[in-house]
């Protein structure tokens, strides 16, 4: 059976009686007040420490120190490369500010995300960043508000109520499609998602007004509705060749990438037969044939205002609520050309 039975973890305790010293022996030792003792003492706890595996219970020592906060993160999809570069700059700045970042990626299961959220919530957690669209107004009344829990929501989020940081949607798709009417393209599509959360609708509304201020037709048959991943893309490439488009915006990267390839299956090339604008500027883009033409959201600057938003609610929790809007810019490589 060895020295005790191991059903529970290590704690304190099991060290002392390793060691044959008191609790209170082992935790100053511990907590960096070993010079108190003499050298074959620390040595005895030092020993019992690693012969039992012993780490500190995070929760406990935190109460004594309140030192360490812990933020949670639930994003929809951790595949993404928006939303993996997004979780970086959180890590981070968290690992600066002696901050823990507890990251639960929901891959767009709403009853997986109501899950994460009690998880969270038990675990005594400081605050959460909810970058995912399902989480709703009633979550958020009954687990956190009632908890107390500062909560902090980026723009895939519909809820009004609370903290929240935005990127332009609006503004990157009419910069996408002035860009492409600039090159001389008439028809237009856009590759949209099935299921859009609010940040694509707003996507979508730039789109319909800059066809609008560019003199051009709205017209639904150029709305290609996908699944928002790669084979969603290669898969609305056999979509956009039943129509008269010569240019397409698509709902985000990870689409774009798919539907190169699905065109390239089709023996279409871009952009000699589509010149092709994508969404969110990911780090892939550069390294496509040819090199994607995309709108580019400030991730890591989005990510770092999140990350300061929640530790000032954390810190000051009768803050006013506060809505910020990061701007974006149209990223020109070699997706798109001049209608011949």
């Known amino acids: ?19 044959d010293v008191s609790m209170s022996t082992v935790s100053q030792i511990l907590n960096g007040k070993a010079s108190r003792f003499s050298n074959d003492t620390r040595q005895k706890v030092l020993y019992a420490r690693d012969a039992l595996g012993y780490v500190p219970d995070f929760n406990a020592r935190n109460l004594i120190t309140n030192s360490v906060k812990t933020i949670g993160v ?3 999809d951790i595949g993404n490369p928006f939303f993996s570069t997004f979780i970086k700059s959180i890590e981070l700045l968290a690992m600066e500010q002696n901050c823990i970042s507890l990251i639960l990626s929901s891959n767009d299961n709403q009853e997986l995300e109501r899950k994460h959220l009690e998880q969270l919530i038990n675990r005594s957690i400081d605050g959460i960043i909810i970058a995912s669209p399902s989480i709703g107004q009633a979550e958020i009344d009954n687990q956190l508000k009632k908890n107390h829990i500062p909560y902090l929501l980026i723009d895939q989020n519909p809820i009004a109520d609370g903290d929240r940081v935005m990127t332009d949607d609006f503004n990157g798709a009419e910069l996408a499609v002035n860009h492409l009417a600039q090159l001389g393209h008439r028809k237009i599509a856009m590759i949209m998602a099935k299921k859009p959360s609010d940040n694509l609708k707003r996507r979508f509304f730039g789109y319909k007004q800059a066809l609008n201020s560019n003199g051009l037709e709205f017209d639904e048959k150029l709305v290609i509705s996908t699944e928002m991943s790669k084979i969603g893309g290669m898969n609305a490439a056999n979509k956009l060749i039943q129509t008269d488009a010569t240019a397409v915006l698509t709902v985000n990267d990870e689409v774009a990438i798919g539907l190169y390839h699905g065109l390239n299956l089709l023996g279409k090339n871009v952009p000699d037969d589509y010149s092709v604008v994508g969404y969110d500027n990911i780090d892939l883009d550069e390294y496509l044939a040819p090199p994607l033409t995309s709108i580019s959201q400030p991730v890591h600057e989005l990510g770092a205002t999140v990350f300061k938003k929640l530790i000032e609610r954390i810190k000051n929790p009768d803050l006013p609520q506060t809505e910020i809007m990061l701007p974006v810019k149209l990223v020109k490589r070699n997706s798109t050309k001049k209608l011949s």
């Open 1 to 19: 059976e060895g020295f005790f039975a191991m059903t529970n973890r290590v704690t304190i305790r099991d060290v002392a009686r390793y060691a």
């Open 74 to 76: 639930i994003v929809p």
